[in-house]
């Protein structure tokens, strides 16, 4: 099988695209010639790659496990340029991160400083993503690193580093539970809770303790933003959970109170860093992925410090 360059970019662009026609004006050619591609790509393969629907085009099965092998093709190509420019002194390159939104505070922002700082030449885009949709970003490779909670396993996808760290509840200052050294989640369903939706990780640690509450859980407020809960349970408007990253400052502050959950709960929330399987990762990716691993550590001894 002799597939050329441009027929792998063509089918990559109607994979993320779902049709020949808004392919076609992405890559700025004619429908026909997007088409004729695809033709002469299937032709090659010896197999239909893309059932043709009304409402577009559908991958088959064929067409699925060649669109895995173009994603290793172009990573490829991707690292053995920035392999390339390495040796020639440039280090230029580009990393696509995808991360949960609680990570914005803290980690992220010191973390991706240092990255600028160090390597100004390589482009940095992150996206801040429910740790859901994160895994799919990861596997499709439209993201190279992936950094969520609670991540469920899957085959296309390795573990680079993880660590694990307490639940708690966060309040005001002046709540009633503020100054306890640990808290049970029946004490917190004495009040109104702040509660994530299924879209954030964090949702599905709490369900059981939900389940096995010994009073009704009465919600105030139901949301997968995180920031907006941060807000809320600064505002006393109820108490929010979530893991103690990206809470040193407020806490701090006295604007915001972290009471651990209690131990017998078993509220713990395990912070991953995600590539995609097997791939040779660019220099770049990799020097990221180095100081996410770092960070992580320093969380972890100070995660080990307050327990």
């Known amino acids: 099988m002799n597939v050329h ?8 662009m109607i994979c993320r695209c779902g049709s020949i026609r808004e392919a076609a004006r992405r890559l700025h050619v004619d429908g026909s010639a997007v088409n004729r591609q695809l033709l002469n790509l299937e032709e090659e393969v010896g197999a239909t790659l ?26 490829d190509e991707q690292r053995v340029v920035a392999e390339i420019e390495r040796l020639q002194g440039l280090e230029r390159g580009e990393v696509h991160l995808a991360a949960a939104e ?22 940095l885009h992150v996206s801040m993503l429910g740790s859901g949709s994160i ?11 992936g950094a969520a909670f609670a991540m469920s396993a899957h085959p296309d996808l390795t573990c680079v580093a993880s660590g694990q760290f307490r639940l708690g509840a966060v309040m005001a200052p002046g709540h009633p539970l503020a100054a306890r050294r640990r808290v049970s989640f029946d004490e917190c369903a004495e ?23 010994r009073r009704p859980v009465r919600t105030v407020v139901n949301s997968g933003a995180i920031e907006l ?7 006393g408007t109820g108490i929010g959970f979530q893991t103690r990253i990206g809470l040193d400052e407020v806490c ?13 709960d078993q509220a713990v929330a395990e912070l991953g860093f995600y590539v995609r399987a097997a791939r040779a990762l660019p220099p770049a990716v990799n020097a990221l992925l180095a100081m996410l691993g770092e960070a992580l ?7 080990a410090r307050m327990a």
């Open 191 to 213: 009040y109104g809770l702040i509660m994530p939706n299924p879209d954030v990780a964090v949702h599905a640690i709490l369900a059981p303790l939900v389940a096995r509450a």
């Open 102 to 123: 609680s990570l914005s505070e803290g980690l992220l922002p010191a973390v991706l400083e240092r990255m600028a700082s160090q390597h100004p030449k390589v482009a």
């Open 50 to 75: 893309f059932e043709r629907l009304p409402g577009g085009l559908r991958l088959t099965e064929a067409g699925r496990l060649f669109a895995q092998h173009v994603v290793t093709v172009l990573q």
């Open 297 to 303: 550590e320093r969380l972890l001894e100070s995660e």
């Open 5 to 12: 360059a441009r027929s792998i970019r063509y089918f990559d």
């Open 135 to 145: 895994a799919q970003r990861v596997a499709s490779g439209d993201v190279d690193i």
């Open 252 to 264: 701090a502050a006295g604007r915001l109170a972290f009471v651990p959950l209690d131990e017998a």
């Open 229 to 235: 809960m941060r807000q809320l349970a600064m505002r």
